[in-house]
């Protein structure tokens, strides 16, 4: 359908930072309006247990996502499920059109569009994403029960997955280009007292190896980045956890960016280089990228943009 709807405060991405901004733009009478996009509840809602999250022990990811939302929900955020396909933030009011049809126009935008999985780039990954290839442990584990499987990378988000894929996988083989993982030191305790999972130091991903009919991989080839050898490992499933991107596509021609993608803002505020437009989140931040710095920029968001739109009408 297409109709154009006007709002104080468009609020795009539905991560911690955007239900946040939610809460607090609703509470001021703003009548926010809140954009999920293709992922409701953002990324956490591609994990099992979250256990550093103020007020929860534990919680699952999904969980407390829905509880953001309601949360923002009960304080008035109207909440679209749309995804913002173009946004000119060259005049005011700000217009955002959505996949839906529908276009948004707003006094003030929040950008809390988080960040995305990282990929390797390789043909071979390519060519088997969907059929043995992921980047989401949470979504496609189930899949290989009782399977060998390997997961890519040494952050936070490999060792989760590597653990968490020991509920389904026979064996999980770590392959990190280092022998250093920068994961937390609780999560690697885990990982090495699992004997399930085996580490691979030193490796990288050359190859993902598989056959068509079924389409499905059978193997992986992996360089020893020391000696430069080539060897191969058998398995079905291949979890890439390299990072994740800023989503910066609807803005990366018209703010400053820093750090090869991420929204530049004013320090000590969400302002961004465009008056009126406000980020938030893993979009700006290259350093802490978690659930709470997030939900505090949001809220940090909200206030920045009720402040400035204060000012607009003196
Ligand atoms: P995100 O959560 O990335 O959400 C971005 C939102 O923007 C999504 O809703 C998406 O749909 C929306 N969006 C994007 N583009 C558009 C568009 N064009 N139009 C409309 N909407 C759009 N952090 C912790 O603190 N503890 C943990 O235990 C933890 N575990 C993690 C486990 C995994 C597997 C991963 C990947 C991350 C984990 N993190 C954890 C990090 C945490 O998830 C992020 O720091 C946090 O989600 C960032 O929140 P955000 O609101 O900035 O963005
Ligand atoms: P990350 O911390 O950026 O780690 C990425 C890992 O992938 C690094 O070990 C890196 O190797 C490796 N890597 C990157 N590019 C590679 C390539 N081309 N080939 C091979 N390896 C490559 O990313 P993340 O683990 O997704 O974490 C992102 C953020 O979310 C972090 O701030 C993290 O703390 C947060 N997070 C938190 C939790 C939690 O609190 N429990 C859980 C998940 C994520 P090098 O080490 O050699 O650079």
């Known amino acids: 359908m297409t109709e154009t709807r006007h709002t104080r405060v468009l609020i795009i991405g539905s991560g911690p930072a955007g239900y946040t901004a939610g809460v607090y733009a609703s509470r001021a009478m703003l009548q926010p309006i809140l954009v999920q996009g293709l992922e409701p509840g953002g990324q956490l809602t591609t994990t099992t247990e979250v ?34 396909t173009d946004l ?20 003030a935008v929040i950008l809390a569009t988080g960040a995305r999985a990282k990929w390797l780039g390789l043909p071979s990954e390519e060519a088997f994403k969907g059929f043995g290839v992921s980047a989401c442990a949470t979504c496609d ?21 590597a653990l968490f894929l020991t509920n389904f996988a026979s064996k999980v083989t770590l392959i990190h280009r280092r022998d ?4 937390e030191k609780i999560l690697i305790d885990r990982l090495m007292k699992n004997d399930k999972i ?5 490796h990288q991903l050359e190859e993902v190896v598989g056959e068509n009919d079924p389409k ?37 021609d018209q703010l400053e960016l820093h750090n090869g993608g991420y929204v530049s803002v ?19 931040d290259h350093k ?15 206030l920045d943009a009720e402040h400035w739109l204060a000012a607009q009408d003196d």
């Open 51 to 84: 256990e550093n999250f103020p007020g929860f022990t534990e919680v699952q990811g999904p969980d407390l996502m829905i509880k953001m939302q309601e949360h923002a929900q009960a304080m008035g955020c109207e909440i679209v499920g749309d995804i913002i």
């Open 88 to 107: 000119d933030l060259s005049k005011r009011p700000f217009t955002a059109k959505g996949d839906s049809g529908t276009t948004y126009t707003a006094d």
């Open 141 to 161: 584990g189930f899949f290989y029960r009782g399977q060998e499987i390997v997961v890519i990378g040494g952050g936070n988000t490999a060792v989760e997955e």
């Open 180 to 183: 250093e993982l920068r994961a």
């Open 198 to 202: 085996h580490p691979l130091w030193h």
């Open 216 to 252: 499905g991989v059978t193997g992986i080839k992996v360089k020893n980045v020391q000696t430069g050898e080539i060897s191969e490992i058998p398995c079905k499933g291949v979890f890439v956890a390299i990072g994740h991107a800023p989503a910066s596509e609807l803005v990366k």
């Open 266 to 284: 004013q320090p000590g505020s969400t302002a961004t280089s465009v008056p009126g437009v406000f980020a938030a989140g893993d979009l700006t």
């Open 288 to 302: 802490y990228r978690q659930a709470v710095t997030s939900a505090g920029m949001g809220c940090m968001a909200a």
